[in-house]
Structures are given as C-alpha cells and as structure tokens.
C-alpha cells in the first residue's frame, strides 16, 4: 500500500488550500480513509475521516471550515481547507487501516501565516 500525499504550502491566514492524497496497492473504493496532523511539538492528531460509504466525521477544530472527500475512480482522497488559521500549521498525512495494519503517507506541510 502507498500514499503519496500532496498540495501543502505556505497559505495566508484566511486562506484555502486543498491536499491531495493518491493510493495505490489497496482496493480504495472499501477503505476508511482519515487526514491527520502534526505540529511540532505536538501528537498526531486526526483531522477528519471518511468511510466507503462517505460518511464523514471531523475534529471540532476544523468543523465547518474542512471538507474531506474521495474519488473512487481517480482513487484519490481529499482535503479541502479553508479559513485556514495559524493553528492549522502542521504536516498533513493520510492514512488507510487495511487488514490489520495503519499505512501512512509521507506528508505534506501546510503553514499558515497570520
């Protein structure tokens, strides 16, 4: 399984960005994804997931503000940001649980200046 994570950069506060997040290895259209960070100093965190049936839930932190999404046929998994804060500051990864083990992307870092 490979995640190859993308679309990070530095942003304004108030801003957008969307990340990018392309599987290979895996039957994507069965799988829960998530998006999570890190900043530094701090534990990953989960930012927002969504299952195969897209339902979606997300961390109060980034409620309204975030949108996750999938496309089953490009097998490619999303996260749309905006009003993008200076606590959102962090390096994104998304993740699959796929028979019994976490796979994780590289990351992407995501700064936003105020």
């Known amino acids: 399984v490979q995640l190859q994570a993308s679309g990070g950069g530095l942003v304004q506060a108030g801003g957008s960005l969307r990340l990018s997040c392309a599987a290979r290895g895996i039957n994507f259209g069965i799988n829960t994804f998530g998006w999570y960070r890190q900043a530094p100093g701090n534990q990953r965190e989960s930012v927002a997931v969504i299952t195969s049936g897209g339902n979606t839930n997300y961390s109060d932190s980034v409620k309204g503000r975030f949108t996750i999404s999938r496309d089953n046929v490009r097998r490619t998994l999303y996260l749309q940001m905006t009003s993008l804060k200076a606590e959102d500051t962090a390096v994104y990864f998304c993740?699959?649980?796929?028979?019994?083990?976490?796979?994780w992307g590289k990351g992407t870092l995501v700064t936003v200046s105020s």
């Open positions: 993740n699959v649980d796929h028979r019994g083990r976490s796979f």
